[in-house]
C-alpha cells in the first residue's frame, strides 16, 4: 500500500511497529504518524501521535497529509497515548 509516509522529505521511518506496521517521524514535526489498518470495515488512514507526550493528535487521509483531522475531545480523551505500544 503505497501512502504519503513514502515521502522522505516528510517522513523517516522509525524502528518502533504498531499493529505490525512502522512508525514514522515527520520531519521537523513533535509528530508520530503509522497506518491504522486495525477497523473491521476496512478503512484505512493515519495516526498521529505526538512525539513528545505520546498523545493523540489526529488522523489523515493516506494519501494527501493536508487532509489531516484534528481529534476531538471525546477522541483524545479514548485513545490511549501511543507509547505504550513502541
Known sequence: MQTVLA???QFTATPRKVQGRTVYERIGKD???YVDNFHKDGS????????????????????????????????????RPIYPFL
Do not use: P, Q
Open 7 to 9: 515521502d522522505a522529505s
Open 31 to 33: 509528530e508520530y504518524w
Open 44 to 79: 484505512v488512514h493515519l495516526e498521529v501521535f505526538r512525539m513528545s507526550d505520546g498523545s493523540f493528535i489526529g488522523t489523515c487521509d493516506i494519501e494527501d497529509v493536508n487532509k489531516f483531522k484534528a481529534a476531538t475531545k471525546k477522541e483524545k480523551a479514548k485513545k
